[in-house]
Every structure is written in C-alpha cells, then in structure tokens.
C-alpha cells in the first residue's frame, strides 16, 4: 500500500472545491446569460457566435470564480 500524500493549504481554502464549484456555477448562470444575451446580437456565423460566448462567458467566469473562493475564505475553518 502506498504511503499517504501530504497535503498542505497555507490559506486555509479548498482549492480544489472552488474550482470544482466555480464550474458548476458558471455553467449554471453563465450558459443562461449567454442566451439572453445572445437574442439581441445578430450573430450570422459560427465564428461570431463562438466569439460572443468567449466575451461574455469569460467576465461570467471570472466573476463567479471572484465571489466562489470569497465565500471559501470567508467560511474557512
């Protein structure tokens, strides 16, 4: 049987479980937002499309990954 590995988290925040949530959240709000925003942009080719999500999916994730480790920090242990 291996030996166990040592794991270490300086700041006291779950990286792995912001990531993982960070994820979920922005393909549970981000993918909505796309939509919507999407119904007002004129959007003819595949390229366009594929430009618009990255412009508006990126600002959705960043933010969702911003107020997701937030939240770990704030409720570290």
């Known amino acids: 049987m291996p030996e166990p590995v ?3 988290s300086p ?3 779950d990286y792995g479980w912001v990531m993982q949530t960070t994820f979920v959240a ?3 709000v981000g993918a909505p937002v796309v939509v919507l ?3 007002a942009a004129t ?3 595949w390229a366009d499309r594929v430009e618009f999500a990255i412009r ?3 600002p959705v994730w960043l933010v ?3 107020v997701v480790f937030a ?3 704030r409720k570290q242990t």
């Open 6 to 8: 040592e794991t270490t």
């Open 11 to 13: 700041d006291g925040v």
């Open 26 to 28: 922005t393909i549970l």
């Open 37 to 39: 925003l999407s119904t």
């Open 43 to 45: 959007l003819p080719t």
């Open 56 to 58: 508006v999916g990126a």
């Open 64 to 66: 969702t990954s911003i």
């Open 71 to 73: 939240y770990a920090k």
